[in-house]
């Protein structure tokens, strides 16, 4: 799992780094998607146990300017429920052969 993470933090930074920031704005511009993440996960932690309205809540947190949720809570359920059908290994191996 901590493979997964850095990298793809590792590849958020070369991205960073293509639109032109400066290694000062990286550091910054890092620091602050990491913290987002975090907030996110916590937020989503107990996703399955929520309601459809405790969903929506916890997305207006960070897409306050998204006009679409109702469309992303579906989408994201489905997402979720496909996921718990495989392991994580399967999805893995499907990405190494490839």
Do not use: P
Request: proline share 0%; aromatic share 14%; charged share 30%.
């Amino acid at each position: 799992m901590q493979e997964i993470y850095d990298f793809n933090f590792r590849q958020l930074e070369l991205s960073i780094r293509e639109i032109g920031y400066g290694d000062q704005s990286i550091n910054k511009k890092m620091k602050d998607y990491i913290n987002l993440l975090h907030s996110m996960v916590s937020e989503i932690h107990f996703w399955d146990k929520l309601t459809k309205i405790e969903k929506s809540k916890k997305f207006s947190l960070f897409l306050s300017d998204f006009n679409n949720i109702e469309h992303l809570l579906d989408y994201f359920d489905e997402f979720n429920s496909h996921l718990s059908k495989k392991t994580l290994n399967s999805y893995l191996k499907s990405v190494c052969n490839a």
